[in-house]
């Protein structure tokens, strides 16, 4: 199984669901950055330097670690900035890079939204986005 992306509408969605485990280093680890490669990969980085473990390139998605990442950049890589990273509630996607009348550069599924529904496409909370290591799991939360 694979990274799982939950949104929450806001933030109390978030701690109502985990509750104490948000104070647990495990279930809350800060994403720091998230790149794009040319060829529909995502990377993740994460802050989070207890486990060292080497990353799985061939992966769709694929965590660093803070320090690892510079091992592995190459220059072809795409910065997800804090305005380029949408939900889609019509499609239940997650997209990073959105365009008006095109499809976006990528699209991942959104496993599960806590919240009440929306109609319209929101970006998400640049500053609220955690990996949940003991689940696989890439929380978000909407702005």
Known sequence: MGTAF?????????KKLYG???NEEAHCIKITDMYLKPNDVLWIIEQYEKIKEKPLI???????RNTSFD???????KLVLHEK???????NKLQMFPKKLRKPEYEVKVDRYYGNPK???CKID????????????VNMVLK
């Open 6 to 14: 939950y949104l929450y509408e806001n933030e109390e969605e978030l």
């Open 20 to 22: 104490q485990q948000l």
């Open 58 to 64: 061939g992966r769709s998605i694929v965590h660093f």
């Open 71 to 77: 091992e592995y950049k190459e220059g072809n890589e």
């Open 85 to 91: 990273l949408a939900y889609d509630p019509k499609r």
């Open 119 to 121: 109609t319209k496409k």
């Open 126 to 137: 640049y500053k609220h986005r955690y990996y949940d290591l003991t689940q696989d799991r």
